[in-house]
């Protein structure tokens, strides 16, 4: 993919709530609003998102790189309740970029040592972990009652799986991608704006790419702060927008991405 240029303003996109999202609204707790002081402070976020987020619960797609600091600023800034699915085990070479893992969890299953270390983080979030391979058995038993479905895997066949699953619940999918020194990040919302079978986005098919180990740390606390603003009512900034970092000239560019007619996804 080559960038269009710089970006030249961020606009919120007003598409409507997320289904299911907002019917029941969680209370926080006097430790809760301790807590997330900082946000409930914020200006344009404040104690009515808050209760939001921990009223949403998302489904992420990975263990690995985007993961470790995708799920770590979902916790640590108040989500409800978390699913995170990876069929793989910790590996030596993860080890620069998967910041989640330590030495001692080599050879062991990614998905239930992040779930024990997130759950360190904030002990207000349910975690749930499934340690198998995403497929179009469980795919849509794993994102059900989800809000928001994460895709943290750079992989493109499940991908596809959830961008299906996205299409089937009218929920959004926030979509990840790092290789090199490259990163993309975009919202697709099948009905509402483009899904991943309409866009050509044409990140490398590579499940272990050569990357410097801060790329997916980058583009996976951008991919937290995505979900934030439509878990907590903001609405996507990145619907039919992909943000692209290149990381060896630190720029960030954008590519407008539109809905296809004849989106067999979009149709069904
Ligand atoms: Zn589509």
Redesign the pocket.
């Known amino acids: 993919m080559s960038p269009s240029g710089p970006i030249p303003h961020v606009q919120c996109c007003h598409v409507g709530p997320i289904p299911g999202r907002g019917i029941a609204i969680s209370n926080l707790s006097p430790a809760e609003v301790t807590r997330y002081e900082r946000q409930i402070t914020l200006d344009g976020w404040g104690r009515e998102a808050q209760e939001h987020l921990k009223s949403s619960q998302v489904l992420i797609a990975g263990a690995g790189g985007l993961a470790s600091a995708t799920a770590l600023y979902l916790m640590a800034g108040g989500l409800g309740a978390m699913r995170l699915v990876d069929g793989s085990r910790v590996s030596l070479a993860d080890l620069n970029h998967q910041v989640l893992f330590r030495e001692r969890d080599l050879g062991k299953p990614k998905a239930a040592i992040a779930e024990r270390r997130l759950k360190e983080i904030n002990p207000f979030v349910t975690v749930e972990s499934h340690g198998k391979v995403l497929s179009q058995h469980n795919v849509l038993r794993l994102a059900a009652n989800c809000h928001v479905l994460i895709d943290a895997s750079n992989n493109a066949g499940a991908g596809a799986l959830l961008?299906l699953a996205a299409?089937k619940q009218h929920i959004p999918l926030v979509y990840a991608r790092v290789w090199a020194m490259t990163g993309l990040l975009t919202t697709?919302w099948?009905g509402r704006g483009?899904?991943?079978?309409?866009a050509s986005l044409e990140a490398p098919e590579n499940h272990h790419p050569a990357l410097l180990s801060p790329l997916p740390g980058i583009m996976g606390a951008l991919q937290a702060l995505e979900v934030l603003r439509l878990l907590g009512g903001l609405g996507p900034a990145l619907l039919g927008r992909v943000l692209i970092f290149k990381g060896d000239q630190f720029m960030f560019a954008e590519k407008i991405i539109r809905?296809?007619p004849q989106?067999?996804?979009?149709?069904a």
Do not use: K
């Open positions: 961008n299409a697709f099948p483009p899904c991943l079978a309409c809905s296809n989106c067999p996804v979009c149709a």
